[in-house]
């Protein structure tokens, strides 16, 4: 792996680019647009990672989970379905299980906010980068770039040669993976660029009772056409197309004794009842599908000192899913074809000037409207004819007087959001040696939900005013119609220093801001608000590049304040969740970051990251808060050999995070740990063939990237587990 983190930037190299290292004996210069301006890594007063292209490929990355893997400040988990992805940099961010709930990490895709995480589960084909951006990002990127930013780079086509690759990866549980691309000129002024991908593998959760859970059938295609009209005009269309259809996110579980005894007394089969055996036992089938579109106009006009960009978005998203809520093989709680949709249209104008004399300066407008629904108008939850047997457990026979089988919620929400933005920054040189840089931004957001929750029961209570039934405690039935209005700015303020050509010291103050916003209806809170979530951050950081460019070494010392830090709670019956605002947080600590080249034909490369978060007031000040451990980091190796007229390769990554939690609504204390993942590739490749064989988890470590919280009727706690070891071979032919 290549990892030179700015800061705690981790820049993954790839063995291909170890192999013109070779030549030179020196560290690769790497190139982000962090900044919104194409700079060296080394000398951006931000925390970056970058990870290249070709690294994605070595380190077999299909999604944001692996890209994880190479990250130590970052954190990627999955439950209910890939849209409630949570994405969190330095212990901080939110799962989104509700359209309500926006991130904390802003999600960028070729320069594009996208308002869902999910949106970049499975669209890592023919990506040219990934950054990943530490700390409040609120003047360049606006809100909910409260933690950071990750942005994903894909790749423009090319005006030189028609050139494109195709690759084929097979591996275990029947795992078929192709995928392609081609570039090259039309003629002088067009060029076009055609990538696709499709993956399909069986499930690796195994389901004593039905279909094994956590299988894929994905493809995407992506298609790009660049026209340059004249040598000061840059015109580029991008499409793009995501299809899913998943048997996920199943989880394993621990049943409880009492669960396991009716479990026997029912003649049904009694698990193990370890929540780490890729094992489960449902009647009700995890599926999600999802289809996604979108579409991105960039103009860019040179100037004589400045570069003029108009960036233009349309996206939009459709999936339901369904779910074994009880995670049992009783007939219980269950969710069918849960549907939401969404899109987004999106403007951004840009004056960037070039890098010469004292002052740089980058300004711009933007604006966004956002639309997200959950528009089923029929009942999606329902309760089974175990409800009476399993509920008795726990209520004893009252549970008789609030529910019976058959009775089913309803609801239907609009979410829509306008925000606007007026931002610029600049540097001001007051010697080769020292650079100022101030960046303010205002942001004006409305906001508006509309929608309501129902409940369908048969149950006596139903006909007793004054006593809910059992329907009515997941999801209090009511109307719904809210709106907000909100402003303010954000800044930033950063000194550099550069010591020598090799050296540059930084200190940075930053802010940031996510959003406001309502509950969904049937919320337990009904339409109660929550409040904006703030936070300051400051760092003092050094980049190095050290004994003739073949070790670069950077360190980041942070410390940010969060107020009305946005969390999910759950609901008091345990059975499902809503937003809430923890009075205040702070997370301080150190990024580490080594690239080394000792010999030419070797890389190694690491990354250690120390965090102390903590809730500093409010309820939550018992917990640390999740996600967060004292320690995180990653190592890599990769060794280049010359072998039969190519070049032989082995790759070792290993990654680590210390003990955390790993259930977001703090209800199950319990569920702390730590996880390890040791990955390995071998291979051989020339100029047109690389075949590698991989294994991933080679250890065959089981570990839970969420933890959900214990279901009121069972006690049961899930487990949503990563995979176990796969393995596989992929072979890679460029033309």
Known sequence: MHKAHPLAAAVILSVSAIESMAQSAALEEVIVTATKRAESLQDVPVTVNAISAATLQDAGVVDLTDVAQLVPSLTVSTNLSPFATGIRIRGIGTSQNSIALEASVAFVVDGVYMGRSGLGMSDLTDIERVEVLQGPQGTLYGKNANAGVVSVVTKNPSFE????????????????????????????????????????????????????????????????????????????????????????????????????????????????????????????SSEFTMTSDTVIVTVDYEMEKAQLTSLSAWNQYEYKSSADADRSEFDVLVFIDDKYTGNAVSQEFRLTSDLDGPFQYLGGLYYLHEENKRDNPQPFTFLGNDIITVGSVTFGPTIGLVAAPG????????????????????????????????????????KSVDGFAETFSTAPAANIPGLPTFVDLIAPPGVQDEKLEKDGFTWLASLRYFVNADTMVFLSAATGTKSPGFNNPGSPLGSEEFSEETTNNYELGVKTQLLDDRLKLNATAFYSDFDDLQFLAQNPIGAGTFISNAAQATTQGVDLSFTALPLPNLILDGGLQYLDAEYSEGELQVFDVVFAPDWSGSLAATLVLPIAQGNGYLRTDYSFMGNHYTNPTYQAPETKQDREQVNVRLGWR??????????????????????????????????????????????????
């Open 161 to 284: 040669e028609t050139e494109g690759y195709v690759e084929a990866t097979l591996g275990d549980y029947d795992l078929q993976q192709y995928t392609g691309s081609v570039t090259g000129p039309i003629n002088d002024q067009f060029a076009y660029l055609a990538a696709a991908n499709w993956r399909q593998q069986d499930g690796w959760l195994e389901n004593g009772t039905g279909q094994d859970q956590m299988s894929e059938d994905d493809w995407n295609v992506r298609g790009k056409l660049q026209w340059l009209p004249t040598d000061d005009l840059n015109i580029l269309l991008t499409g793009s197309h995501v299809d899913r259809d998943d048997r996920c996110c199943a989880a394993d579980a621990e049943q409880t004794d009492a669960l396991l005894g009716l479990l026997a007394a029912n003649n049904l089969p009694v698990p193990k009842n370890d929540a780490y055996d890729w094992k489960n036992n449902i009647d009700q």
């Open 407 to 446: 009775d089913s919620i309803a609801t239907q929400s609009k979410f829509e959001t306008d925000a606007y933005a007026a931002f610029g920054q600049t540097t001001y040189s007051f010697t080769e040696d020292w650079l100022l840089t101030v960046g303010l931004r205002y942001t004006a957001e409305s």
């Open 686 to 735: 020339n100029e047109t063939w690389d075949a590698a064989l991989w294994v991933k988890n080679a250890t065959d470590e089981s570990y839970s990237s969420l933890a959900a919280s214990p279901f009121v009727l069972t006690g049961m706690r899930a487990q949503f587990l990563q995979p176990p070891r796969t393995y596989g071979v992929t072979v890679n032919y460029q033309f």
